[in-house]
C-alpha cells in the first residue's frame, strides 16, 4: 500500500513537472526572475530544455564576490551578454556589485555600452568592498546617457566623463542616485540632471574631491518635474534650486556646504538655495543645514515655507541657541503639522529667557501644529525640558508630543523631572505628554491619566522596535 502511494506521489510530481516545462519560455524566464541569481542558474542542469531559459530573464542581479575568481565572473557576464543580445534584447535590469583588485580587466564599460543600447530599464552598477583605489572605477559609457528606455539608475563609485549637452540625455529616466561618483566638472553633472527632463527623484551623495575640474564649484538643479531630492555630504560652494515646482521632499544628510562665490555673498546664497526649495511638503535636515538656517535668522527671516507639514531636523544645541531661533523658524512655517527634533548637547536655558520669547508665538502653534517629537538619546537636561514646554504651553491644537530620553536618564535618578514632564501646562486640551525612555534592552513609556491624574507605565520587550515606531 505505502510502496503505491509513493509511486502515485511521484507519478503526480512527475506531471508537474512536465506540465512547467511546457511553459512557453518568455513566461518561464519571467517566473525565474523573482529567484536570486543563483538559483536561476541552478535550474540550467535540470533538463536540456531548462540548459538555456535562465538566459532569457529580463533582470540580472549579481555580485561579483560571490564567484570563485574575478576572471569567472567576466566569463559569466560576457556569456551571459552574447547570449542576450543574440536572443533577448529584453533584458529591461541589471544589477551589479563589483570588487575587483589591481590586476582584474576592466569591463564593466563595455557591458553597460551593451545593455544601454537594448531596452534597459533599471540600472545599478557599484563599485565596493576593498574598491576603495579610484584606479579601479571605470568609466561609464556616454551610450547610457542617451538610453532612451531607462526608468532607474544608480551609480556607486564610477566616472562620468563629458558628453553633448545638447542631446536630450535620459529622456524616459525617473529616479537617479549619484553616489560618491567622480565628475569631469560641475557643469557636466548639472547638466545630466537637466537634461533629464521627467526626473522625479533624484539623490546625490558626494565626496569632497570628486570633481576633476571644479571651476567655481558651483550646482545648478534644473529639473521641472523633480518631486524628492535628497543632498548628502554635498560639498559644492553653491546649490541653486529652480523651476522645481514639483517638488515634495527634500532631505539633506551630513555636511553641506554653501558659500560665497563671485558677485553674491553667503547669505545670498543660502537665500537662493532656501527659496529654491521653500515650495516642499516634507524637509529632513541635517545638524549642519540647521547652523546654515541659524546663521541665516541672525541676518532675514527664512523664506515662506508655505506648503511645508513635516519637519525633521537633527540639532547640536552647544553651537547656537536653538531656543531663540526656534520660534523665528516655525514663523517661516505656517501649515507646519509634525516636527521632529533630534537633539544633541542640550544646553541649559532660564526659565526668564523662555517667558521673554513666548510674546510671539508663530502661526503654526495657533492653527495647524499637531505632533511634536523630541529625540535626545546621549542627555537630558532642563533645555530639552523648555523645548518641549515652548511647544505644550502655546500650540492650540497639539494632540501629542512624545520625548524619547536617553537611556541614563532613570538611572540618574530623574523622577521628579519626569513628573514635570508629565504635568506641563496644556493649552491644547487634546493633548497628550508621552515620555519614553530606553533601559536595560527594554522601553519603558510613562503617561498620565488626564482624568484621574494618575501616571501610567508602559513596558516593552522589543525596545529598538518600538523606539522609532512614531514616525518614519
Not at 76 to 94: A, I, V
Not at 143 to 159: D, E, N
Not at 205 to 219: F, W
Not at 340 to 360: F, G, H, M, P
Amino acid at each position: 500500500m505505502e510502496e503505491n502511494i509513493e509511486k502515485r506521489i511521484c507519478v503526480e510530481q512527475l506531471a508537474i513537472e512536465d506540465l512547467i516545462s511546457k511553459l512557453p519560455e518568455v513566461l518561464l524566464s519571467q517566473i525565474l526572475s523573482y529567484l536570486p541569481t543563483k538559483d536561476i542558474v541552478r535550474t540550467s542542469v535540470l533538463s536540456k530544455r531548462w540548459k538555456s531559459v535562465w538566459l532569457l530573464i529580463p533582470g540580472l542581479d549579481l555580485d561579483s564576490s560571490e564567484f570563485p575568481h574575478y576572471d569567472t565572473f567576466v566569463d559569466f557576464m560576457n556569456e551571459f551578454l552574447f547570449f542576450s543580445r543574440e536572443e533577448n534584447p529584453c533584458l529591461h535590469k541589471l544589477k551589479l556589485s563589483i570588487q575587483k583588485n589591481e590586476n582584474d580587466p576592466s569591463c564593466v564599460t563595455l557591458w553597460t555600452d551593451c545593455v544601454a543600447r537594448g531596452k534597459l530599464q533599471h540600472l545599478d552598477v557599484e563599485f565596493g568592498g576593498r574598491v576603495m583605489e579610484r584606479e579601479f572605477w571605470e568609466m561609464m559609457p556616454l551610450s547610457l546617457y542617451i538610453c532612451k528606455t531607462l526608468l532607474h539608475l544608480r551609480l556607486y563609485r564610477v566616472l562620468l566623463g563629458n558628453f553633448d549637452q545638447s542631446v536630450d540625455s535620459l529622456p524616459s529616466l525617473k529616479s537617479m542616485c549619484l553616489e560618491e561618483n567622480v565628475y569631469s566638472n560641475e557643469a557636466s553633472l548639472e547638466s545630466l540632471i537637466s537634461s533629464c527632463r521627467v526626473l522625479e527623484d533624484l539623490t546625490i551623495v558626494k565626496i569632497d574631491d570628486n570633481v576633476r575640474d571644479r571651476g567655481n564649484s558651483g550646482l545648478v538643479i534644473d529639473a521641472p518635474r523633480l518631486k524628492y531630492l535628497t543632498f548628502n555630504n554635498d560639498q559644492s560652494k553653491s546649490k541653486t534650486i529652480s523651476n522645481l515646482g514639483s517638488l515634495v521632499k527634500v532631505t539633506i544628510l551630513g555636511p553641506i556646504k554653501i558659500s560665497r562665490v563671485v558677485g553674491c555673498t553667503e547669505q545670498q546664497m543660502a537665500h537662493k538655495f532656501l527659496t529654491g526649495i521653500s515650495r516642499v511638503r516634507y524637509l529632513i535636515v541635517s545638524e549642519d543645514m540647521m547652523e546654515v538656517i541659524s546663521s541665516y535668522l541672525k541676518e532675514d527671516s527664512l523664506p515662506q515655507f508655505g506648503n511645508l507639514s513635516y519637519l525633521k531636523a537633527s540639532v547640536w544645541l552647544s553651537s547656537f541657541d536653538f531656543l531663540d531661533i526656534l520660534p523665528k523658524l516655525l514663523e517661516s512655517c505656517p501649515n507646519l503639522k509634525s516636527i521632529v527634533l533630534e537633539t544633541t548637547c542640550i544646553v541649559d536655558r532660564t526659565k526668564a529667557t523662555v517667558e521673554r520669547r513666548v510674546s510671539s508665538v508663530p502661526e503654526c502653534l495657533l492653527s495647524s501644529l499637531e505632533f511634536v517629537e523630541i529625540k535626545n538619546r546621549i542627555s537630558v537636561d532642563d533645555g530639552a525640558l523648555e523645548v518641549a514646554r515652548y511647544f505644550v504651553e502655546n500650540s492650540v491644537n497639539l494632540q501629542k508630543v512624545v520625548l524619547r530620553l536617553a537611556s541614563s536618564f532613570l538611572r540618574r535618578g530623574n523622577q521628579a523631572v519626569l513628573k514635570d514632564i508629565l504635568e506641563l501646562p496644556r493649552r491644547s486640551s487634546m493633548c497628550q505628554i508621552e515620555v519614553f525612555n530606553a533601559l536595560n534592552g527594554h522601553a519603558l513609556c510613562f503617561r498620565k491619566n488626564k482624568i484621574t491624574g494618575r501616571v501610567f507605565l508602559d513596558y516593552f520587550d522589543v525596545a529598538e522596535s518600538y523606539y522609532g515606531a512614531i514616525v518614519s
